[in-house]
C-alpha cells in the first residue's frame, strides 16, 4: 500500500503515519519496494512461525502428520478456527504432492473436510446456508449434517474435490482436555486419492489425531490397554 492509502485507512494523518512506518521498517515489520509502496516485512512472518510452532496442537502432532505426508507423498496442513475461519498454521508438501497450501492463509470456516471436522468435533450449530466452491461442494444443509455425523463416527472428514477442482483429501481434529484445538488434514491430487484409497490415508491421521489428542489430555480419544 501507498503511504496515502495506509494513513486513509487508518484514519490518521500523512505525517503521522510516516513516523510509524519509519519506526516499523527500522524492526523489519514493514518493507519499502522500489515502487515506493509498504509490504509486511520478514519478521511477521518470524512472529507467526513462532505462533504456529507455540500452538499445543503443532506440538502433538505436526511431526508425524510430516512424515506420514513423506511416506504418502501428499500435502500435510495443520489449521485452527480464528475469527470464522480455519487459519492455517503450516503446511508441507511431501515428494511429488504438487497442492501447494499457503502459510497464514484461511479457508471458509464450513468448507469442505474441514468444515465437517469442525462442527462434528465443536458441536457449534450447523451454518444456514453453504455455499457452493466447485461442482461437488454439498450445499443441501441435510447432506451437511449426515456428512458431519459420519465424520463424528468414523474420526475423519472427506472432501472429495469440495473446495478445489482436481483435489481431495481427508482433515480430522485435534482436542484436549479443554476441547477443540484444531484440525490437521491431508491432502493430494484426485489420482493420489484414488490409488490409495480415501479410507486408507483418512485412518492414518485419524490415528496420528487420537495419538494428539490424548497427549494433550484428551483421554477419550484413545483407548489404552494396561498400564502406560
Not at 499445543?56 to 485452527?80: C, D, H, Q
Not at 499457503?102 to 468448507?111: D, K, M, Y
Not at 482436481?166 to 484436549?176: L, M, W
Amino acid at each position: 500500500m501507498t503511504l496515502s492509502a495506509i494513513a486513509e485507512a487508518t484514519g490518521v494523518a500523512a505525517s503521522s503515519a510516516h513516523a510509524t512506518l519509519n519506526h516499523l521498517l527500522s524492526l523489519d515489520a514493514v518493507v519499502l519496494t522500489e515502487h515506493k509502496r509498504y509490504a509486511l516485512g520478514p519478521v511477521l512472518h518470524y512472529l507467526g512461525a513462532a505462533y504456529a510452532r507455540g500452538t499445543p496442537m503443532y506440538r502433538a502432532a505436526w511431526i508425524e502428520a510430516v512424515n506420514v505426508a513423506n511416506e504418502l507423498g501428499v500435502t500435510a496442513v495443520s489449521a485452527t478456527a480464528w475469527d470464522g475461519r480455519h487459519l492455517i498454521l503450516n503446511a508441507h508438501r511431501g515428494p511429488g504432492s504438487d497442492v501447494a497450501v499457503p502459510f497464514g492463509g484461511g479457508v471458509p470456516l464450513a468448507a469442505a473436510s474441514w468444515g465437517k471436522t469442525y462442527y462434528a468435533t465443536t458441536g457449534e450449530p450447523l451454518p444456514e446456508k453453504l455455499e457452493a466452491y466447485t461442482a461437488h461442494s454439498i450445499v443441501d444443509l441435510g447432506e451437511f449434517r449426515d456428512a458431519v455425523e459420519t465424520t463424528r463416527t468414523r474420526g475423519y472428514a472427506v472432501d472429495d474435490e469440495e473446495y478445489y477442482p482436481g483435489v481431495k483429501g481427508v482433515s480430522a481434529s485435534v482436542t484436549s482436555s479443554h476441547g477443540y484445538e484444531g484440525l490437521i488434514a491431508f491432502l493430494g491430487a484426485k489420482v493420489v486419492f484414488e490409488e490409495l484409497g480415501f479410507s486408507r490415508i483418512g485412518e492414518r491421521l485419524a490415528r496420528i489425531a487420537d495419538r494428539a489428542s490424548h497427549t494433550l489430555g484428551d483421554t477419550e480419544r484413545l483407548r489404552l490397554f494396561g498400564q502406560v
